[in-house]
């Protein structure tokens, strides 16, 4: 049974600061593995998705790695900015469903 | 183009009662997956429909059903209410991209209040 992990739960940093949040999954056979950002009480908005056979992917200032054969990903977030606040959820997909982490709750303080 | 709609944003419900959920996906998205949200929780699959066929089904009662439509819009049912139904309910499109990968698209959910 294919389970994701997050770690942090929760963190707390200054504006400006850059940050790593982590995820990790216990089977590597997956098609594809996505992050996404949440804000309260709202749905999901999809950051970057990684297929299985990429290493990373980069959107402005986000960068997430993918390492599929120890079961980890990286969400990498530079200059982090007080609208950065939101719990980030990372999903992995093994087939036609994804399978979720409990998610990192980031808060950014200016 | 318009996104994931949801509908309604929030109900509420009384136990035993019968909710109906629905979605309209991404113009040209033939797939269509549901989500159970619980507070403090990551989401967890309930279904999925291809094509008007279910493709998959989480691990949910059978109190849980869903139908696809002929114009790929969908319907979530839940029949006899209990009160740790209460959760947020989202709904995602995806499109089978050329490699074969699903990239989903959520919508804003549906908080559903079960008293």
């Known amino acids: 049974k294919q389970e994701v992990t997050q770690i942090p739960a929760a963190l707390s940093v200054p504006e400006g600061e850059n940050l790593v949040l982590n995820c990790s999954f216990t089977d590597s056979a997956i098609y594809n593995l996505q992050w996404f950002r949440q804000d309260p009480g709202k749905g999901l908005t999809s950051l970057l998705l990684i297929q299985s056979s990429q290493r990373e992917q980069t959107s402005g200032r986000l960068n997430a790695s993918l390492d599929k054969s120890s079961g980890r990903s990286t969400l990498y977030i530079a200059a982090s900015q007080p609208g950065d606040s939101a719990t980030y959820l990372c999903a992995v997909n093994p087939f036609e469903k994804l399978v979720f982490g409990k998610g990192t709750k980031l808060t950014v303080n200016p | 183009d318009a996104g994931v709609t949801q509908s309604p944003t929030h109900l509420i419900k009384t136990r035993g009662q019968q909710v109906t959920l629905r979605c309209s996906p991404i113009?040209?998205?033939?797939?269509v997956s549901w989500y159970q949200q619980v507070l403090g929780q990551g989401p967890q699959f309930i279904f999925q429909?291809?094509?008007?066929?279910?493709?998959g089904r989480g691990n949910f009662p059978d109190r849980f059903s869903a139908r696809q439509f002929p114009n790929y819009s969908s319907e979530l049912n839940v029949n006899a209410l209990l009160l740790g139904d209460s959760a947020l309910y989202l709904c995602?499109?995806?499109?089978?991209?050329?490699?074969?990968?699903?990239?989903?698209?959520f919508g804003p959910g549906t908080r559903l209040t079960v008293t």
């Open positions: 113009s040209g998205h033939k797939s």
């Open positions: 429909y291809y094509e008007k066929e279910e493709r």
């Open positions: 995602a499109s995806s499109l089978i991209k050329s490699t074969g990968i699903y990239e989903q698209y």
